[in-house]
């Protein structure tokens, strides 16, 4: 018979725990705001899993700023981190994908505003498939004794203070960057927190999934389509969810690519700036990887429009690099 060893190992820090040990100045207000964002990311995970019992699945008959028809979700997803934020008094103001305008949340001396997609990846609810919340946060430029306003969020990725997203999958995952690597948590259900379960994320330089909906293949401009086909000659992996969080996560697990492309029909592409695309840049870049929009890199591209697109090209450095040549050798 094998002998069974037991492992006692110390008990995982929870995401409070975790920054507020560093030693950062913010790290306090930091870990705070990341306790409201949890607190909320706590109650969606349960109405996500609840959803098809609660009666929340579908249509809500109202369409977001994008046009996009809202999900019941969506809407209480968004709900509820609005609350959680305003709550913790430290956010000065939200702009989500939800809403056309800013949210002013009353905390006007507060020192961050946030963006958010609260419930990314919508269209998959329904059938049970993994969505996620993304998210960034900002240290405020308008002074504490004014009104902030759209300008606080109207900053480059580069200034993100942290940025990351929440996961609902086979586990809740927060996956998180303060600009010092990248940390991910698990919602265990038993202790009611996000524990620490990998502290430092790292992809692979050159992977071997690329991810794009490839239904609109015949609108992509020559460098796509000879990167993709370079893909399939390579025989890589073709893997595409539909919802960004559980596509980019996996790529930055395994070591991937995934493509949003511009097509005529959409000339910036699909994909949000500064609630999407930005919080999984700074993410890809502190785990090794890389974002661009074809040409430039994203963190540098200053936004002028809080539901600003951009076509969107992120994962293994190797992988985003080759698709720029593609696109720039016309
Ligand atoms: P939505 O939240 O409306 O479902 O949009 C999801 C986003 C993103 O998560 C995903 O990568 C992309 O849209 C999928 O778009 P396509 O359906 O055009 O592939």
Redesign the pocket.
Same mark, same amino acid.
């Given at each position: 018979m094998q002998n069974i060893m037991l492992i006692t190992a110390s008990s995982p820090l929870s995401v409070g725990e975790f920054f507020y040990k560093k030693t950062q100045p913010q790290a306090s207000d930091l870990s705070l705001i990341l306790d409201a964002l949890t607190q909320a990311a706590k109650l969606v995970h349960v109405d996500v899993n609840r959803a098809e019992l609660a009666g929340i699945l579908g249509a809500i008959g109202t369409e977001n700023v994008q046009g996009?028809e809202q999900q019941k979700l969506d809407v209480i997803a968004n709900n509820r981190f609005i609350e959680a934020f305003t709550k913790s008094g430290l956010i000065a103001l939200i702009g989500s994908e939800e809403n056309e305008g800013i949210i002013l949340t009353g905390n006007d001396g507060a020192e961050y505003v946030v963006a958010m997609d609260p419930l +990314?990846?919508?269209?998959?609810i329904d059938v049970n498939v993994s969505i996620g919340t993304i998210f960034s946060i900002y240290r405020r430029k308008t002074p504490t004794n004014q009104t902030p306003t759209l300008s606080d969020l109207l900053q480059a990725g580069t200034e993100q203070v942290a940025g990351g997203y929440v996961l609902y999958g086979t586990s809740t995952l927060l996956v998180l960057t303060t600009g010092e690597g990248v940390q991910a948590f698990t919602y265990d259900l038993k202790a009611d927190e996000f524990l620490l379960s990998n502290p430092l994320i790292q992809t692979k330089a050159e992977g071997k999934i690329f991810s794009c909906?490839e239904g609109s293949y015949h609108d992509f401009e020559e460098g796509v389509k000879n990167y993709l086909n370079h893909c399939k000659t390579q025989q890589f992996k073709g893997r595409y969810i539909?919802? @960004?969080v559980a +596509?980019f996560h996996r790529n930055l697990l395994k070591g991937g690519i995934f493509l949003?492309p511009a097509t005529p029909k959409s000339p910036q592409g699909? @994909?949000r700036l500064l609630y999407e695309c930005n919080p999984l840049a700074f993410i890809a870049e502190q785990a090794g990887g890389l974002a661009t929009d074809g040409k430039n890199r994203i963190l540098d591209i200053q936004p002028i429009a809080l539901h600003q697109r951009t076509p969107y090209y992120i994962g293994s450095p190797n992988m985003v690099r080759n698709v720029m040549d593609l696109l720039q050798s016309k």
């Open positions: 996009e +990314d990846g919508s269209s998959n909906n539909g919802s @960004l +596509d949003y699909k @994909l």
